[in-house]
């Protein structure tokens, strides 16, 4: 359900759900989009082969790695809204230099933030992931949670995946497409 909203945000084109691994960013952003009817965008899927071999090792990626990556992504969601396609993309998007790469007009931000104990045992529960446990130290020590001044949510994923797209949709005053 839903924290907090962290400022007013008109219609939305391009939704990143984003947050650390094992908040739930796949599936809520899978969810998210189909329920709007939005084509959906796995950031994860833009990751260099370099990148998945680095974390697949346990390697933590610093901003160099993540640079193409974002880059990728951002040219998605420009690419989107330039078709009038909105877009829900999956993206990690940790820290506020990494979300003004992907910013820009109708992108809104949906931070799915949850314990450490929770993140540990979902990151734990998963299997054939790159991302391995160790790595969650990493990726919080990186976390820097949306500021007032960002179009952005926070979710807390302490509850099912579809109460977590109902409250963004009511936080953002979205209306789910007909079936």
Known sequence: MPASQASTVVVPST???????????STVAALLADRLGWDLLEGDSLHPARNVERMSAGVPLDDADRAPWLAAIADRVREG????????VACSALARRYR????????VFAYLAGTRDLLESRI??????????????????TLEPPQPDEAAVTVDIDAE??????GILSELG???AAA
Request: positive net charge; contains cysteine; glycine residues 14%.
């Open 15 to 25: 939704i990143v759900v984003m947050g650390v691994a094992g908040c739930g960013k």
């Open 81 to 88: 809204a330039a078709a009038g396609r909105p877009l829900v």
């Open 100 to 107: 003004d790469v992907l910013r820009g007009k109708g992108v």
């Open 124 to 141: 734990a529960a998963r299997s054939g992931h790159f991302m391995k446990p160790g790595m969650l130290d990493s990726q919080l020590r």
């Open 161 to 166: 995946p579809e109460a977590i797209v109902a």
């Open 174 to 176: 979205l209306v789910a």
